[in-house]
């Protein structure tokens, strides 16, 4: 075929071809959702990425037809996760999921660009109208497992290994040491940073030089493979995690999971977008939310302290106890929180202290 | 299990995959070439030996698979450089993502599943040393064939003709091409060795050192198994050596946070790059002494 298309009529054929299609499209704007999902890491079996997911199909169930969900997994940070969010506005999508702290900046310029457009983010600080970050209380949980590991430790040596020390998980740290403390004084924990978010070998080898200096139960804090828990399975220690199960990997070891549901979240967003009220606020969610929740829990846990752990988490999802309730002390021994105090929300966001017991120095 | 033990016990096993992947590259200099494309051939065979090991259950098939895979991948790059003659550094920057990008796309249906490792086993009579026999001398097979192919390795380049003509392509190719030899094919053969290398050493990776496949797993090692082959100045047992070194320190750090050793993180963390900078200054130092 030789014919060419006169650049005229081809121009005129396109602005037919997009008018007819626009048309049923406007139509259907007003009872269809289209969601864009934005991962920094493939959605594996376990993991960051994987609950996520989980959270977007919950929403998804729920609406069935009126939603389409667009997902696009391993996306860098950066430039080019920002011309990807522009592409699926482009699109038009008219919710976005970006699910990654570093995709704030590129996100928050399409919020202030386009008001119509809803954005969900993971773990950022900026708010906009339509811009909505959220993260996890995981500190909730990190208590009880501090009290499930006090009671299953023989050495009274527990152990973490974590990715960078950053608040959030300076925070579930600090609130595991003070959970184990709860029930035993003298409990210490041992802190290993692996310095990268992404390094299966250095997280097993960390795991492998905590057991070998006696430490019986290791939290395997923000790592998305399920390295440390498989060794900790092999040596015969007690592991456990954030975010997503994984028993799978330790059937006998597995001490349990403090695992985040993000899927009533995800839910009352659409739901006010489609309702024309999304409420642009940074999300701060746990228990009280039945966001944050434990599962799990391994049998070998006595029985009246799994008792206590549940009456526990009651207290913590009613708001009647504060895990970070002073008096609360540093490592060097100085009094940080008063005795009666409750650390602010701000407080515990930029909490740049180890509590007393855990014995490794933080990075400065 | 004290923090000595398990320095000894750990330190070959993690020096394995860098051990192997420089050794290959070695080979790949002393002919004259420069292949940079080894994060990706890493990548890429962790990727095919872990599937091949998760359905068949057979380590040997998985080693082998991503053997040939690192090779078929370093023939892509044998192809460009030598026939084409394309810029080594760029078609190696290229193949390396292309590897990188292929074991992702492979790997991507095995995401964070895991199999068994190899189990371990002691040299007779070395392993009933007190104290360190146990921790060093047991260790699993790919380890004591992985330290017997580098005697051999070291053997072939000094002591054989074989080692001398592949001295003599990299050193004087004008000089190689008059007496005959096909420097052509002999440039090919060992840039599919190089990648054959570091196909095994991604499948000691992903199948053995840490048995799962995650995208990524190989966490910038290839580029470390480079450094360590200037590090070595193209001597086997040099680099050798300096794997061995790169893997102790990069267990120490995790060793010494554990023992608490009241130094900050960061600083363990970037101490065997340190060491391998201050290693290279040494050497360029050295050299400007005695030329």
């Known amino acids: 075929m030789s014919q060419s298309i006169k650049r005229r009529s081809f121009l005129k054929g396109s602005l037919a071809a997009t008018t007819a299609i626009a048309i049923p499209m406007q139509a259907m704007a007003a009872d269809k959702v289209k969601m864009g999902v934005l991962l920094p890491s493939p959605e594996a079996d376990v993991g960051w990425s994987r609950t996520l997911m989980e959270g977007v199909r919950s929403v998804q169930e729920a609406y069935g037809d009126a939603l389409e969900v667009t997902v696009l997994e391993n996306i860098a940070e950066g430039p080019d996760a920002d011309r990807i969010a522009n592409g699926l506005v482009g699109e038009g999508h008219d919710v976005l999921l970006l699910g990654s702290f570093g995709y704030q900046n590129g996100g928050i310029q399409i919020a202030k660009r386009r008001r119509d457009v809803s954005i969900i983010h993971a773990s950022g600080f900026m708010v906009e109208p339509n811009f909505a970050p959220f993260t996890a209380k995981y500190w909730q949980g990190t208590y009880l497992m501090g009290m499930a590991a006090a009671s299953l430790t023989k050495t009274k040596k527990l152990g973490c290994v974590g990715a960078f020390a950053i608040p959030e998980l300076i925070t579930s740290i600090n609130s595991f040491m003070l959970g184990a403390r709860s029930v035993d004084p003298e409990i210490e924990i041992t802190v290993v940073w692996v310095n990268s978010w992404f390094d299966p070998a250095s997280e097993q080898e960390a795991a492998k030089a905590l057991i070998s200096q006696d430490v019986d139960v290791i939290f395997s804090n923000a790592q998305d493979t399920p390295s440390v828990i498989a060794v900790a399975e092999e040596a015969g220690v007690y592991a456990w995690n954030l975010n997503s199960s994984m028993k799978s990997y330790a059937t006998k070891k597995y001490l349990g999971v403090v695992g985040t549901d993000w899927g009533p979240h995800f839910k009352r967003l659409v739901d006010g977008h489609v309702a024309g009220d999304f409420k642009g606020d940074n999300y701060w969610l746990g228990m009280e939310d039945d966001i944050v929740y434990t599962a799990d829990w391994n049998p070998d846990i006595p029985a009246d302290m799994q008792a206590k752990i549940n009456a526990r988490q009651a207290e913590i999802k009613g708001g009647t106890f504060d895990v970070f309730k002073g008096p609360l002390i540093d490592q060097s021994g100085t009094e940080r929180v008063a005795d009666g105090v409750v650390m602010t929300d701000g407080e515990i966001l930029s909490m740049d202290w180890h509590v007393a017991g855990v014995i490794s120095p933080l990075p400065s | ?291």
């Not at chain 2, 052509?184 to 000691?204: E, Q």
């Not at chain 2, 201050?278 to 130092?285: F, T």
Request: net charge neutral.
């Open chain 2, 1 to 291: 299990m004290s923090a000595l033990e398990f320095l000894l016990a750990g330190t070959l096993a993690a020096a394995l995959p860098l051990l192997l992947a420089a050794l290959g590259e070695m080979v790949v200099e002393k002919t004259g070439l420069l292949n940079l494309g080894l994060e990706g051939m890493m990548a890429l065979g962790a990727a095919i030996a872990f599937i091949c090991v998760y359905h068949s259950g057979s380590h040997s098939f998985g080693f082998l698979a991503a053997s040939l895979a690192g090779a078929t991948l370093a023939m892509l790059f044998a192809f460009l450089v030598i026939f084409l003659k394309a810029n080594e550094v760029a078609s190696g920057l290229a193949v390396g993502v292309l590897g990188l990008g292929l074991s992702a796309l492979f790997g991507k249906n095995y995401e964070s599943l895991t199999i068994s490792g190899l189990s371990e086993f002691g040299l007779p009579a070395l392993s009933k040393i007190p104290v360190i026999g146990p921790a060093l001398f047991t260790q699993d097979i790919v380890v004591w064939l992985a330290i017997t192919g580098t005697m051999v390795l070291w053997y072939i380049l000094n002591k054989t003709k074989l080692g001398l003509i592949i001295a003599a392509v990299g050193e004087n190719v004008e000089a190689a091409r008059a007496i005959g030899y096909p420097v052509g094919g002999i440039r090919c053969a060992a840039v599919a060795f190089g990648g054959g290398m570091c196909g095994l050493a991604g499948a000691y990776a992903s199948t053995v050192y840490t048995p799962l496949w995650a995208d990524g797993m190989i966490a910038g090692r290839g580029w470390i198994a480079l450094a360590l082959v200037v590090f070595g100045t193209w001597q086997t047992g040099r680099v050798a050596f300096g794997a061995v070194l790169f893997g102790v320190l990069s267990l120490g750090e995790l060793t010494a946070q554990a023992i608490g050793v009241a130094i900050p993180s960061q600083v363990l963390s970037s101490l065997p790059y340190f060491v391998t900078i201050l290693m290279l200054v040494a050497i360029s130092r050295h050299r400007r002494h005695s030329s």
